[in-house]
């Protein structure tokens, strides 16, 4: 079942192991949101089947007009890259759900407007 918390982690933060010489690494898998609206985000949620949703823990969430990065937690490596997501603002409201191949173009941002 599709149902856990997905961590935000520092731009710096590596998800798999060290870059010495001899040592494999892991691949990072990462996405950008940008918020192109007047209200912040709260919560970014993603879904494969878009019923059950899981969420990446934001902190204070992403103020209008910031871009935010935001690695998937390593135990997602085995999931679909084609995922629905979703963000959820401080004003009450949703946006629509958009199907996103995050394992393509991973520096062009989610954009919410």
Request: one cysteine or more; charged letters at 20%; glycine letters at 8%.
């Amino acid at each position: 079942m599709f149902l856990r918390s997905f961590s935000v982690l520092s731009l710096t933060t590596l998800v798999g192991l060290g870059t010495w010489p001899g040592m494999a690494v892991a691949q990072q898998w990462y996405f950008w949101v940008q918020n192109n609206t007047n209200t912040g985000i709260k919560e970014i949620q993603v879904s494969q089947n878009k019923k059950t949703w899981g969420y990446f823990d934001i902190g204070k969430g992403v103020a209008p007009g910031q871009k935010l990065k935001i690695v998937w937690d390593e135990s997602t490596n085995n999931e679909a890259c084609e995922q629905w997501i979703k963000a959820k603002f401080y004003d009450g409201s949703e946006s629509e759900p958009s199907k996103i191949d995050f394992c393509k173009d991973l520096d062009t941002p989610v954009v919410f407007e």
